[in-house]
């Protein structure tokens, strides 16, 4: 394992070994994995090693190589914290961790608890009071059980219900959801209590009821009652000559850019170590956290907030991609490892995928004189992911393009999650959801994202500061027209947060202090074009906001340290309050001229339009990060002209002519 | 012409009738055309017309076929409006304006002014100051004249001087501006006043000087002193069973969308009569307006606001495609017709492309259980213009998708608009621009668009609303876990104004109260997904900001009235005031449930960026417009599954086999 560069992601030896040095420091205790993973290396240790890279020095010592391994004891069900050293395969430390504080879900747990549910006789006496027709079913989805209890600390499911009205493996069970669901103790395996679901507008219960049968709003293609379009033709992307990108291991080249593909099985998919132009740009990219509350006032509805990079991870749903699914043209995939509750080494294939697209015009202009013209095409380089989070589905794409920018795209897409509501009274309606069919309700709820940059813009000192842009005084002397506007800059001083402001065009940027750009005369910088969102609804008072503080403002800035990844903290799984950013800040660290982080929070207030349902048309976020005085002119004036000799593009002829 | 559809662009035939018309109601009059076009038909004539043609039942009378002419007369200088019927072929008015009303620019009258100012003794007296090298020579851009003083009434020019330091057609004048600004009266074609421009960092002017050469800083590929990326390999889009689309006349279909592609001088591109499925959606969306004001607070500076729909035209400025430069894959062309000053017709061919393009996926979802994956791609259908204002580029397209989503995106590219700065004492800036190359700043600006967007959402009675997010009330009754929110309406009862808020995450709607969603139990709707941007920081006292109203507001809603189709109003050439939507609210309409109009106004405060130069990266701004309970599910569920037998894409073999 000598040849693994510090960014590359966990090998199944890696796993094998950390399973092994385990093991062996607690002989004879049966243990239960929840993650084997890479650790984030040091970055001091990094840092001189990637530089050297970079400039084509001999390399100093490889930093590190770090594993961790959660895991439960079960002889006494304790959970632990280790850190191994992979290269002299020992154990750094080990700790139990207090007993408020619970792991993540891993795919194994996530299937004993639905099998634990199903089979359990209390279970199954609600579901005989259903009294279902011959071939229907019910299956369960067990839900991250939202903390409201401060004293809670047994590990707990939600588990919501289901009829499975049609034996198709992919049948909408989300259409139709029953109104029982059962709370689990995943360690114990044993149930805690049968919660009951309000039935209709109020937050009124009644105990199970024969099933009155409704139609199920399908979404697959062979239960759909209409026929499909069959106007659609087809359109290929075609790279005769293959791919503009060069792949070696997990680093990418393209068009002046050059990143390392990391992959855990927290955050999926991680840009490290991203130049440009042999120019050093960012260490890290990544998407840090996500939270998505649910509006629905009503229990159980209050503890559905899930945290799908914490709770669960990005790296253990993300899809294994197929060629002609989730992109056009030359596709690279990257494949990762995880560990199962064995321990064992599981391989994941095509987790993440990596193309060129065309995405129109980067610039053009015409000489109206002479009529001549430059036009150059936005050839982009993505590099994608898709996480299946029990109903919904997120995509997130690192897109990078020719001009040196660099956007995060997340598109939302899946099934909404479902509550059973009776409409006996047609016309009935609540003010918290959306009816999206026959006896099913929508609730509204947000998706708040964490996006987490730490920069190295010409190095690894860096600034934060936001630039306003204000009216001029109405003066005589300076703005006599009353038309003069100039912007206010805003050094973040202090390791804090700040607002986003659209009605003054507050723009973030990241720049370095040390490096100015000999035409304009101001240090280099990138900007950040946030996308301002609404921040948690939920009152500051509510465990809701209280776990997720991050999502309560959209910037924030902090000193860099290792471990300090996620912005909720390290363990969100019926967290009582967050261990992030909140508390980060409060170091009140210098962040001027110093080795920063900047995170971004985003998001999508999602209250459902019936046509998201049964599965949702994609709704798209994107942040950008543009240079900013970083270059001394356009990066992309070096990108030959479009052609026709190179696009081959194909003339409509009117039809008119052959009737 | 009897087989013209109302919305038709106009012919050369029309042209030349209305030409006739007109010469011969002036009989022995010279005459100088500055427009004519198709004027907007009555709506109250179309609706029943297309409503026939829509569900398919024998078709009323055809509306009359109006044609709108502007000209000058020659003999005394005045300015005339007259609208003609074409099918009789005769007048129906034609009236002087008032004095202080300026025609927008045409074409012949733009290079006119050019050559007015070149050939002048005083501009090349200044020239001559200049004692340019050999080779070297100026040209001009002529500027609209913003207003300064409510009593000028002739009609100016502000023509910027520009070094032109290579004879190649695509040389980047606006690196070398020059420091003088002749003022020329284009009716009288006479020199007003030789403006000097400020050098320096404050407002202070001097005589012309002796030029000290510095470096052009250009953008054409054979002008760049670095050779060109080579590593980008061809991405060819085939489509070998045709496009999707089918087009008759100018008329499209795709994917159950059924629209008119428009045509004329001021807006270019209108959709009109847009459905879905045979459902009426929008009877006309366009760009209504747009205006570019500058932040530099100095004379002649504060001139520079160009409406570049009033003033001049994306008709007339729209350019003429070609293959294989703005779009891949199958593309369709549209003509257009103008006329010249002498009325004839002048034939505009592919000023509007049409193509399809792939966005990636639309909708997935695995089922984690069976593995099963449902999987969309996301075709679109664009409908684009790219005009140039001089130095500007913007790209305009009309998006839809099978979703049934509406795309407005506009790219802003080209060349910033530059002014001359000497910083001899190296480091200087000014607070209202950026140094961009030696000698040349380019000031702070705002682009503000007008989206006008005329709703048919099941017939042509609608209301706009806005919808907001909010907390529930801290209660323990009915939230007592202070996570619930919920949503609050606000209809838009009278003609009027709203504001954007992220905060509360507002949302505007459009929706038809007399059609009920049979599923949700409310009101047919479509959303408008808004770009909350910064509005005019011009001084409410200023010219800017009287002139442009529509652009202080980013949402106003009126009471459809026959010829109110710009924002700023009719004539916004040197206008003192707009006479537009500002002026339309306060007949204080009812508009709920009425024939209304929405009006967006959305922009970029356009600070630029070095990088913005020499030719700048397209700056994107997307507003959508999307069903929300207009449909009963998800309106893509019958496209096809994504499938590598008819995506063909390619698997990236690794290359280290290879080495």
């Known amino acids: ?146 903390t409201d209890d401060p004293k809670e600390t047994r590990r707990l499911f939600q588990c919501y219900m289901y009829i499975v009205a049609t034996d198709h493996p992919q049948n909408n069970h989300y259409s139709t959801p029953c109104k029982f669901s059962p709370v689990f103790d995943a360690l114990k395996q044993e149930l805690v209590r049968m919660d009951y679901l309000p039935g209709g507008a109020d937050a009124q219960t009644t105990e199970t009821q024969p099933w009155k049968p409704v139609e199920t709003i399908q979404y697959a293609h062979d239960l759909l009652q209409e026929p499909l379009r069959t106007d659609l033709k087809p359109y290929i992307v075609q790279q005769p000559h293959g791919p503009s990108f060069n792949v070696q291991g997990n680093v990418v080249s393209w068009q002046k850019w050059r990143f390392h593909v990391g992959f855990n099985s927290r955050e999926g998919l991680v840009i490290h170590n991203l130049t440009y132009d042999g ?150 309606t609540v003010p918290w959801g959306i009816n999206v069919g026959p006896g099913v309700m929508a609730p509204y709820h947000q998706h708040m994202f964490s996006f987490r940059m730490d920069p190295a813009l010409d190095g690894f000192q860096n600034t934060v500061y936001y630039e306003d842009s204000v009216p001029m005084p109405e003066d005589d002397t300076n703005n006599p027209y009353l038309v003069g506007y100039t912007t206010e800059q805003t050094v973040l001083k202090t390791s804090g947060t700040a607002e986003t402001s659209v009605d003054r065009h507050r723009v973030f940027k990241i720049r370095n202090d040390a490096h100015i750009n000999p035409i304009t005369y101001k240090p280099i910088a990138y900007k950040l074009q946030t996308a301002p969102s609404q921040m948690l609804l939920a009152s500051p008072r509510s465990f809701g906001a209280k776990r997720a503080a991050f999502a309560t403002k959209p910037i924030w800035v902090t000193k860099y340290q290792d471990d300090e990844l996620f912005a909720a903290g390290e363990f969100t799984n019926q967290s009582k309050a967050s261990q992030g950013v909140e508390k980060w800040i409060q170091r009140q660290d210098a962040v001027e001229n110093e080795d920063i982080v900047l995170w971004h929070t985003f998001g999508l207030t999602h209250n459902p339009r019936i046509e998201d349902f049964p599965v949702m048309p994609m709704e798209r976020i994107s942040v950008m990060l543009k240079p900013d005085g970083f270059f001394t002119s356009n990066p992309a004036l070096d990108v030959p002209q479009s052609a026709q000799s190179f696009n081959r593009s194909t003339l409509h002829q009117p039809t008119c002519c052959k009737l």
Chains 1, 2 share one sequence.
């Open 1 to 146: 394992m000598a040849s693994l560069h510090p960014f590359d992601p966990i090998t199944p030896g890696e796993i094998q070994l950390a399973t092994g040095i385990v093991q062996a420091a607690f002989q004879g205790i049966p243990l239960r994995y929840k993650k084997i993973d890479i650790q984030e290396p040091i970055k001091k240790e990094v840092v001189p090693f990637i530089e050297a890279e970079r400039l084509g020095k001999p390399l100093p010592p490889r930093p590190t190589r770090l594993l961790q391994v959660l895991f439960h004891r079960l002889d006494n069900g304790a959970f632990y914290k280790a850190l191994l050293n992979a290269d002299t395969r020992s154990v750094i430390s080990a700790k139990e961790l207090p007993k408020d504080i619970q792991a993540s879900v891993d795919p194994d747990e996530l299937i004993e608890v639905e099998q634990l549910c199903l089979n359990h006789p209390a279970v199954q006496a609600e579901i005989a009071k259903l009294q279902l027709p011959p071939g229907a079913t019910v299956c369960n989805d067990p839900w991250i059980y939202g």
């Open 279 to 428: 120019r050093s740009v960012f260490y890290r990219l990544s998407v840090s956290e996500m939270t998505v509350p649910y509006g629905d006032p009503r229990a159980p509805y209050h503890r559905k907030q899930a945290f799908d990079v914490g709770d669960v991870g990005f790296g253990i749903t993300a899809n294994q991609l197929s060629l002609g699914c989730g992109c056009l043209g030359h596709i690279k995939y990257f494949d990762g490892y995880r560990a199962d509750s064995k321990g064992n080494p599981v391989h994941l294939p095509n987790v993440i995928c990596l193309h060129e697209q065309d995405n129109g015009l980067q610039h053009k202009h015409t000489n109206y004189r002479t009529n001549a013209a430059t036009v150059v095409r936005n050839r982009q380089l993505v590099v994608q992911m898709i996480c299946t989070v029990a109903n919904y589905e997120y995509i997130f794409a690192f897109i990078f393009d020719q001009a040196a920018n660099i956007e995060l795209e997340v598109r939302a897409t899946g099934i909404l999650s479902t509550v059973p509501f009776d409409n006996q009274d047609p016309g009935t």
